[in-house]
T-cell receptor, first 114, second 116 residues
Framework: DSGVTQTPKHLITATGQRVTLRCSPRSGDLSVYWYQQSLDQGLQFLIQYYNGEERAKGNILERFSAQQFPDLHSELNLSSLELGDSALYFC?????????????FGSGTRLTVV | AQSVTQPDIHITVSEGASLELRCNYSYGATPYLFWYVQSPGQGLQLLLKYFSGDTLVQGIKGFEAEFKRSQSSFNLRKPSVHWSDAAEYFCAVGAWSGGGADGLTFGKGTHLIIQP
């Protein structure tokens, strides 16, 4: 157990729908990162939050959004889902900036869009 | 923009043999480099990281990696592999921008197969 908790572990939904993925960072970690892992694109950085504020955006689609709440958990919202959004979505956390402290990954949420 | 290349998609090694997984990066400044391992159905586990200092970095599970700036490489090595090392291995470089923003750029991964 890495200490980073992601729910749900699996999610199956239809095209056009909206889903929310949840991440609880390791205790004491202020930064949360979201990554998407797909066969086509590999592992891609989506977005970073630090202590409730957005810090960086990677290859995140406009249909996707995220937020970090006062208790530091984060949610990734995916809307107007397409077949190509099927992927494994990882959350990672770090104490401050990951480059100094390293990143701890959760076990992921596998999203299947049908 | 930064990038990471892992030239070998698959590598097959006999149990007990030595291992080297290649990683080349492209980054304009001093890189922060990482190796992660992913077992089937699992998340990513950090094996080791390089920030500065000694270019030979020791990690968990008997792995080590050497940073070679002149070759823009950060190859992962293990002197003797075990069947439990079979997994997907990812090299990553830290991507930094102002204000403490950071995120990792990953290579495509190398799938390690261990032969008995």
């Amino acid at each position: 157990d890495s200490g980073v908790t992601q729910t749900p572990k699996h999610l199956i939904t239809a095209t056009g729908q909206r889903v929310t993925l949840r991440c609880s960072p390791r205790s004491g970690d202020l930064s949360v990162y979201w990554y998407q892992q797909s066969l086509d694109q590999g592992l891609q950085f989506l977005i970073q939050y630090y202590n409730g504020e957005e810090r960086a955006k990677g290859n995140i689609l406009e249909r996707f959004s995220a937020q970090q709440f006062p208790d530091l958990h984060s949610e990734l919202n995916l809307s107007s889902l397409e077949l190509g959004d099927s992927a494994l979505y990882f959350c990672a956390s770090s104490v401050g900036t990951g480059r100094s402290y390293g990143y701890t990954f959760g076990s992921g949420t596998r999203l299947t869009v049908v | 923009a930064q990038s990471v290349t892992q030239p070998d998609i698959h590598i097959t090694v006999s149990e007990g043999a030595s291992l080297e997984l290649r990683c080349n990066y492209s980054y304009g400044a001093t890189p922060y480099l990482f190796w992660y391992v992913q077992s089937p159905g699992q998340g990513l586990q950090l094996l080791l990281k390089y920030f500065s200092g000694d270019t030979l970095v020791q990690g968990i599970k008997g792995f080590e990696a050497e940073f070679k700036r002149s070759q823009s490489s950060f190859n992962l090595r293990k002197p003797s592999v075990h069947w439990s090392d079979a997994a997907e291995y990812f090299c990553a470089v830290g991507a930094w921008s102002g204000g403490g923003a950071d995120g990792l750029t990953f290579g495509k991964g190398t799938h390690l197969i261990i032969q008995p």
